[in-house]
């Protein structure tokens, strides 16, 4: 068939996800090149970067994530694009995301009991409720942005495990927002909190929130970095000096995190912790609306709803991709990777390998086994994934069990994220029969 490389590159540019993962593409390479050759071309301000090599078939995927010891967290950590300058490099190395076992597991076991069954346990009947209040706010109106109503929920379930007070929630939608949709211009400098309704803690640290977005030599600011998230840090700083501080952040305080550690795991608590059910509650519903028949099933047979998140994070992987770097000279589907290289697997693409997938176009919330890969596996494995799936599961059954007649809002389409990371969805507007 042949590729040219602008084509390859198509999978890197956040430009072509504003339409759609490119499952198309994916579907092409798979057969041809999967593990295939990615330039890295500028972006907008961005600078372009080295290139990567992209693997798009779940064996390879698997291989890959199960490995730390040929394919890296630590290297050059997670993220296609590399930090900015060594000290940033250096920072992001703590957190546990980027780190490769021993120090990964150590990490993982410091906050591991914050997802126990019996942890997830005590929070069900909350998650329960507070979807339930979300739907019966907006019920009478008979339409909503669904996008906008998901985001709540992570937000204020994230709250409630680190122990940050109600009326500061809205900071981590914002710290989300920089991090995840820097890509996005909606996004990219988010500032949604109001200062009044915050407390003197959340006031205190919008005062560290960076006053310019280019450094001095008119590069961008990497919205990953220590200087763009100032004003997080310094909550996160101020939030463990209070007095019996709540949440895993008192566990963090306990287990004797250096600063670093502790930074970088209030990071991964605000930001990492909330995009998946942020993304995949809309992505659920969208793709369960696009399938009738399969939105019908699902409201006549409640019992598919475990199956029905299963197949909705198989078909709309919250996560497009993530990063390793090889530790060593190797091979990996017939290809010779240098030791350094970037190493790029994406989720969305082993999602639909029709080696794996029968019919792997086709949404089915009885599919099984389903082998997905959209929360990692290996030692990386999403230690949330328990939480995220309580999460979908309730909001898609009270959504179709409270919401008569659901569709889509055929005068204003979904609105997607504009991320080469991110699956996500700035926008779901949908209708609903009212009766008042």
């Given amino acids: 068939m042949g590729f040219d490389q602008a084509r390859v590159n198509r999978i890197f540019l956040p430009e072509t996800y504003a339409e759609g993962v490119p499952y198309d593409l994916f579907r092409e390479l798979r057969a041809e090149s999967p593990v295939c050759w990615v330039e890295e071309p500028a972006v907008g301000d961005w600078p372009g970067g080295t290139g990567y090599w992209?693997?798009?078939r779940h064996a390879d995927v698997k291989h890959v994530l199960r490995s730390p010891e040929l394919f890296s967290s630590n290297l050059g950590a997670t993220q296609i694009r590399d930090p900015d300058a060594p000290a940033d490099l250096e920072f992001v190395r703590a957190m546990m995301l980027n780190q490769d076992p021993p120090d990964h597991s150590r990490l993982r076991r410091i906050v591991?009991?914050?997802?126990?069954?019996?942890?997830?346990?005590?929070?069900?009947?909350?998650?329960?409720?507070?979807?339930?209040?979300?739907?019966?706010?907006?019920?009478?109106?008979?339409?909503?942005?669904?996008?906008?109503?998901?985001?709540?929920?992570?937000?204020?379930?994230?709250?409630?495990?680190?122990?940050?007070p109600e009326q500061d929630r809205q900071l981590l939608l914002d710290w989300a927002n920089r991090v995840i949709g820097y890509q996005d211009a909606d996004y990219a400098r988010s500032s949604t909190a109001d200062p009044s309704n915050l407390t003197d803690l959340g006031r205190a640290a919008l005062a560290h929130r960076p006053t310019t977005w280019t450094t001095a030599d008119g590069r961008p600011v990497n919205p990953r970095s220590r200087a763009a998230l100032a004003d997080m840090y310094a909550y996160a700083h101020a939030l463990a000096r209070r007095p019996a501080p709540g949440g895993v952040l008192a566990r963090t305080l306990r287990a004797g995190l250096t600063v670093e550690e502790f930074e970088t795991m209030f990071f991964l608590f605000a930001v990492a912790g909330n995009e998946t059910v942020r993304n995949g509650v809309p992505g659920a519903l969208?793709?369960?609306?696009?399938?009738?028949?399969?939105?019908?099933?699902?409201?006549?047979?409640?019992?598919?709803?475990?199956s029905a998140v299963e197949e909705a994070l198989r078909f709309w992987p919250p996560v497009v991709h993530i990063r390793r770097t090889a530790s060593r000279d190797l091979e990996l589907g017939g290809r010779s990777i240098r030791r350094g290289e970037k190493v790029v697997v994406y989720h969305a693409a082993a999602n639909r390998d029709?080696?794996?997938?029968?019919?792997?176009?086709?949404?089915?919330?009885?599919?099984?086994?389903?082998?997905?890969?959209?929360?990692?596996?290996?030692?990386?494995?999403?230690?949330?994934a328990q939480l995220a799936r309580l999460q979908m599961r309730f909001a898609l059954r009270h959504l179709v069990d409270s919401l008569p007649g659901l569709q889509l809002d055929p005068e204003r389409p979904p609105q997607r994220l504009v991320s080469n990371f991110q699956n996500g969805l700035k926008s779901l507007p949908v209708r609903w029969e009212s009766k008042g």
């Fill in 54 to 56: 992209a693997v798009l």
């Fill in 112 to 164: 591991a009991a914050a997802f126990t069954p019996r942890a997830l346990a005590e929070l069900s009947e909350a998650i329960g409720n507070r979807v339930r209040e979300l739907i019966d706010a907006v019920r009478p109106a008979g339409a909503a942005d669904l996008a906008r109503l998901a985001a709540d929920l992570p937000v204020w379930t994230l709250a409630r495990v680190m122990g940050v």
């Fill in 286 to 306: 969208l793709t369960l609306l696009a399938h009738r028949d399969q939105y019908e099933l699902l409201r006549v047979k409640p019992e598919l709803t475990d």
């Fill in 354 to 384: 029709e080696t794996v997938f029968p019919e792997p176009d086709r949404f089915d919330i009885t599919r099984s086994p389903n082998d997905h890969v959209s929360f990692g596996y290996g030692p990386h494995f999403c230690l949330g």
